[in-house]
């Protein structure tokens, strides 16, 4: 299969197998990055503080607990 590069515009729009091809690997990578978002800012929600209401609740295993610095980001 030839690379993506090969084709022009026209070309790519106009052959389905490299269109397909090309949509699923682009699907892929979009449910991907959603999974690794929502992963990443549910630990940093959990991470930060607490709302109102939130803050004697338990912190659940699967998320690690950070520790503060005095000087973060120096």
């Not at 590069?5 to 397909?20: D, K, M, Q």
Request: charged share 15%.
């Amino acid at each position: 299969m030839n690379s993506l590069f090969n084709y022009t515009l026209a070309e790519f729009a106009s052959n389905p197998e490299v269109n397909s091809t090309y949509s699923f690997s682009l699907i892929g990578i979009i449910v991907i990055g959603f999974i690794a978002t929502v992963s990443i800012g549910s630990i940093a929600w959990y991470n930060s503080k607490r709302p109102p209401g939130w803050e004697n609740q338990e912190r659940p295993d699967i998320v690690p607990k950070v520790k503060k610095q005095e000087n973060p980001g120096l």
